[in-house]
């Protein structure tokens, strides 16, 4: 079974930047796209920002120009740059991989890790 472990989060002051990584267990086929997923308290699990496997990358309004996202496909590990964040940047980030075999897709998660941005 693949785990995604993820790190790299904690506590940072506004206009500060962290960068977060998560990396695969195994070795992973079939991916679709590696990205990063976030979960504020009260509020449901969004997009953060996507890595498709053939080159494209896709963004949350909320975070273009400040976010930056990257991988190592020998790895299978991929990270995301934050700056200039903001209080409403806190949340659990959530690494996510996607495989694709046809039409059947699958899903991996990591186990989150806690961005807090505060002064």
């Known amino acids: 079974q693949v785990q995604l472990v993820e790190s790299g989060g904690g506590l940072v002051q506004p206009g500060g930047s962290l960068r977060l990584s998560c990396a695969a267990s195994k070795s992973i086929s079939s991916i679709y796209y590696m990205g990063w997923y976030r979960q504020a308290p009260g509020k449901q699990r969004e997009l953060v920002a996507v890595?498709?496997?053939?080159?494209?990358?896709n963004y949350a309004d909320s975070v273009k120009g400040r976010f930056t996202i990257s991988r190592d496909n020998a790895n299978n590990t991929v990270w995301l740059q934050m700056n200039s964040l903001k209080p409403e940047d806190t949340a659990v980030y959530y690494c996510?991989?996607?495989?694709?075999?046809?039409?059947?897709?699958?899903?991996?998660w990591g186990q989150g890790t806690q961005v807090t941005v505060s002064s």
């Open positions: 996510n991989v996607r495989i694709k075999i046809f039409l059947a897709t699958n899903d991996y």
């Open positions: 890595s498709f496997s053939g080159g494209t990358t």
